[in-house]
């Protein structure tokens, strides 16, 4: 049986999978289906966390829309992710950034890495 469940999620990996770290400001384009049209809508924010692996895994990106943040979260290999594009590198200490939750402003950056 786990043979069997291994070989379907490995079928459902991404040959090109999005190389990015916990702290980059990236680029989510993700494919939304209204009706019949389909459209790419870009969401743009830094990474909180990554979580999960193999096929499972999953990203939270967070970002402030009117003054109320926003966090969305993806699975990784999945194919309404077109394509998850690095704006910025962010120099963090930590795997997950729940901290920014708490922070407004200034407070709520990432330094960049250079």
Same mark, same amino acid.
């Given at each position: 049986?786990?043979?069997? /469940?291994?070989?379907? =999620?490995?079928? #459902? ?26 459209? /790419?809508? /870009?969401?743009?924010? /830094?990474?909180?966390?990554? #979580? ?59 330094? =960049?890495?250079?």
């Amino acid at each position: 049986m786990n043979d069997i /469940i291994k070989g379907i =999620e490995e079928a #459902q990996l991404k040959a090109e999978a999005p190389k990015f770290n916990v702290g980059d400001t990236v680029r989510v384009h993700n494919r939304i289906k209204e009706g019949e049209k389909v459209r /790419i809508q /870009i969401f743009e924010g /830094i990474v909180v966390k990554r #979580q999960g692996g193999s096929s499972r895994e999953t990203f939270t990106v967070r970002k402030t829309s009117n003054g109320v943040g926003v966090e969305k979260t993806w699975p990784l290999h999945s194919p309404n992710v077109v394509d998850v594009e690095v704006v910025r590198h962010g120099k963090v200490r930590r795997a997950k950034l729940n901290y920014l939750r708490d922070r407004v402003g200034k407070a709520a950056k990432v330094k =960049e890495l250079r």
